[in-house]
């Protein structure tokens, strides 16, 4: 009996998806979100920093041995530092291609879009052209890469179960009462 076989066929492994190693293939939709959430975490980290830095506000004061720190102003400070932690570590480990990083920069995303829609919205009048053009931009760019991340290719890619969203939806109002409710 002559049976004809076949020779094994070779084929490169493919890279696990979402499993945290620096080989899941993401598309440049992901990438660009990736970018954007980075981009955000350095932004704030470079006006937080000048900020610091030519601060004339007096965060605390030192007045006959007693320490006085101005609440509102450490409150600024701790949800600035949260911000750039989050975006920085969120927008890494969402171009590492792990789930952590789409838990992290969807909130992030739609608190930032939220916040600077409603800036444009209340100095629309008050802004000249540019100013119009630019945030605009911003705006675009910021609900692009969250449109991305909730793209069902990108919530395949990252394995987004019922679990995940909850965690999503957690952070997001832990940010949102960090921002809106904590004065």
């Excluded at 291609?97 to 600077?116: D, H, M, Q, Y």
Aim: proline letters at 4%.
């Amino acid at each position: 009996m002559d049976m004809q076989q076949t020779p094994p066929t070779t084929s490169a492994p493919q890279a696990p998806l979402a499993t945290g190693t620096p080989y899941a293939k993401l598309s440049w939709r992901e990438k660009f979100a990736g970018i954007i959430v980075l981009f955000i975490g350095f932004v704030y980290l470079f006006v937080q920093v000048s900020s610091f830095l030519s601060s004339k506000a007096d965060t605390f004061s030192v007045n006959e041995g007693d320490i006085h720190i101005s609440s509102s102003e450490l409150m600024n400070h701790v949800r600035s530092i949260v911000s750039i932690i989050l975006a920085l570590l969120g927008g890494w480990l969402l171009l590492n291609g792990k789930k952590a990083g789409w838990v992290i920069s969807v909130p992030l995303l739609l608190l930032i879009l939220t916040i600077a829609t409603w800036l444009m919205i209340a100095y629309y009048p008050l802004a000249d052209n540019l100013s119009k053009i630019l945030g605009g931009t911003v705006v675009f760019l910021i609900l692009l890469a969250l449109l991305f991340l909730i793209l069902p290719s990108a919530r395949k890619k990252y394995k987004v179960t019922r679990i995940t969203v909850i965690s999503m939806v957690t952070l997001l109002v832990l940010l949102a009462a960090m921002y809106f409710f904590m004065q």
